[in-house]
């Protein structure tokens, strides 16, 4: 039995890490043949098999049973051993595996943290079973609180590992433990600041928090994504956050389209006498000026002094997404229709109603329901 690793085994390591899966096993095989009794060649195999283009895990738990006929102690066998057994749909029977890593690796942190990670899934599993389908509450929360033991067993044992305060994390978000969670967050940030799950909760729930603007959550999402450029879910809250950005636009367009209907006294007040038509040429391009004042102030300079990350994603969205030209069209329809009501000699305010009408109904209409729609 082989003690170190081989320069042949190594490199098929290295080949499962870059996803060239069958060029490793293709390594690992002559290796094989060479020493069939060399242990981690055999759980190599395994691994590559597990984690290759296609789970395999039949073949991963074969290779494993070699492995393990050899040193029946090697808790690295028996560790991939638990996951082939997972990839072979045998999940209840990871834990009896994973406590025997334990026990032959009492201060080692990884088996802690693996068994926490499955435990209160494998009870889960076993309560359905035993209950027609139905997990039943008392036996997960009793799964969740053995597994947050094993968990912080695996912290202790290895203060530095990320893993390990993952699944901490996801420990205390199922058991609705939000002191632990900020805490498992915050430990995963000090030892990976660009970790991006944890960036993007972290990010979600300052964007998200109550009377925070819009402006404000795309700039949240934008530093948080500028640590962790490849995140899809920081993506998305950047998106979500500028689409609430353009959805400003429409209100500054309704409010230009109430001043038009303002400025031709297009609806009669008691007591007071409606302005006579037409307007003369000055007072319709007096008209003009607060709705200029409301698109460079409420518009203009408040994209200008966007960051140019957020300016980006704002033209960015508009190409790719439907709903942000949507709003776009009904802002610039809104728009419209405020500038034919000021700046056309109406004689008459029937056409002007038509138009403030057709402008607002169709903007109203979908405000309530469009909130949520970036795509």
């Known amino acids: 039995m082989t003690a170190t690793l081989h320069p042949t085994v190594e490199r098929a390591d290295l080949l499962i890490d870059l996803k060239r899966y069958e060029e490793a096993r293709e390594l690992l095989a002559g290796r094989l043949a060479e020493d069939p009794e060399d242990i981690r060649a055999w759980v190599k195999l395994a691994r590559s098999h597990l984690f290759g283009d296609k789970e395999e895990g039949a073949k991963a738990l074969e290779a494993t049973d070699r492995a393990l006929a050899l040193d029946a102690e090697d808790t690295g066998a ?5 996951h082939a057994l997972r990839a072979s749909g045998r999940f209840p029977e990871t834990e009896g595996v994973l406590r025997e890593v334990i026990r032959l690796a009492p201060g080692h942190w990884h088996g802690y943290a693996l068994l926490a990670n499955w435990l209160w899934r494998i009870r889960m599993i076993s309560s359905g079973q035993a209950n027609g389908g139905t997990a039943r509450r008392e036996d997960m929360t009793a799964g969740l609180r053995e597994a947050d033991e094993l968990v912080r067993e695996a912290i202790r044992l290895g203060p530095e590992e990320v893993y390990a305060y993952e699944v901490a994390l996801l420990i205390a978000d199922m058991t609705g433990d939000r002191a ?13 600041p660009q970790h991006e799950e944890a960036l993007t909760r972290r990010a979600k729930k300052a964007a998200t928090a109550p009377g925070v603007k819009a402006t404000e959550a795309a700039t949240l999402y934008a530093d948080a994504l500028s640590s962790a450029p490849g995140s899809t879910l920081m993506q998305r809250g950047l998106d979500e956050a500028s689409y609430r950005l353009l959805r ?4 500054l367009a309704l409010l230009c389209l109430a001043l038009s209907a303002a400025g031709i006294d297009l609806f009669a007040t008691e007591g007071e006498t409606q302005r006579e038509l037409p307007l003369v040429l000055g007072q319709r391009l007096w008209d003009l000026v607060p709705m200029a004042a409301i698109w460079v102030l409420g518009a203009l300079l408040r994209y200008r002094r966007l960051r140019a990350g957020i300016q980006v994603n704002l033209l960015s969205l ?3 997404r439907t709903w942000p ?3 776009l069209g009904q802002a610039a329809w809104a728009m419209l229709c405020a500038l034919l009501i000021t700046q056309i000699p109406w004689t008459q305010r029937t056409v002007p109603l038509v138009l403030f009408w057709a402008g607002v109904v169709p903007t109203v209409a979908t405000m309530w329901f469009d909130r949520k729609k970036t795509g």
């Open 318 to 320: 508009i190409r790719r």
């Open 325 to 327: 030209r949507i709003v």
């Open 248 to 251: 400003g636009v429409r209100w």
């Open 180 to 192: 632990a969670a900020e805490q498992w967050e915050g430990a995963i940030l000090r030892i990976d």
């Open 78 to 82: 028996l560790t991939i051993r638990a």
